[in-house]
């Protein structure tokens, strides 16, 4: 069963960074897009990074400038840098991984979410 496990979230002041990381279970013959949602209090879950197998990037509006995405494929890690938080990047944070390609790589996967607090 594939598996995402997080790691990385904390409280911080405004201003101040924090590291995600997500570490995959992958089946060499797929291609994976994996990214980073979160899930503001009392708000829907909502797209912030995404890295796609071809190793292009995107970022929700919000975030763009302060946050970054990477992966680290020997380790089937990806994390996600952020710098300069605010009170609003408050929520809980998950990693997904969608597979494709193969008729077996059809997959979406979740993480169980890891917390991230800012404080002003």
């Known amino acids: 069963q594939v598996q995402l496990v997080e790691s990385g979230g904390g409280s911080v002041q405004a201003g101040g960074s924090l590291r995600l990381s997500c570490i995959a279970s992958?089946?060499?013959?797929?291609?994976?897009?994996m990214s980073w949602y979160r899930q503001p209090p009392g708000k829907q879950r909502e797209l912030v990074s995404r890295v796609y197998s071809d190793g292009k990037t995107s970022y929700a509006d919000s975030v763009k400038g302060r946050f970054t995405i990477s992966q680290e494929n020997a380790k089937n890690t990806v994390y996600l840098q952020m710098n300069s938080l605010k009170p609003e990047d408050t929520g809980m944070y998950y990693c997904?991984?969608?597979?494709?390609?193969?008729?077996?790589?059809?997959?979406?996967?979740w993480g169980q979410g890891t917390q991230v607090t800012v404080s002003s």
């Open positions: 997904n991984q969608f597979g494709y390609g193969r008729a077996w790589c059809a997959e979406e996967v």
């Open positions: 992958k089946d060499l013959s797929c291609q994976y897009d």
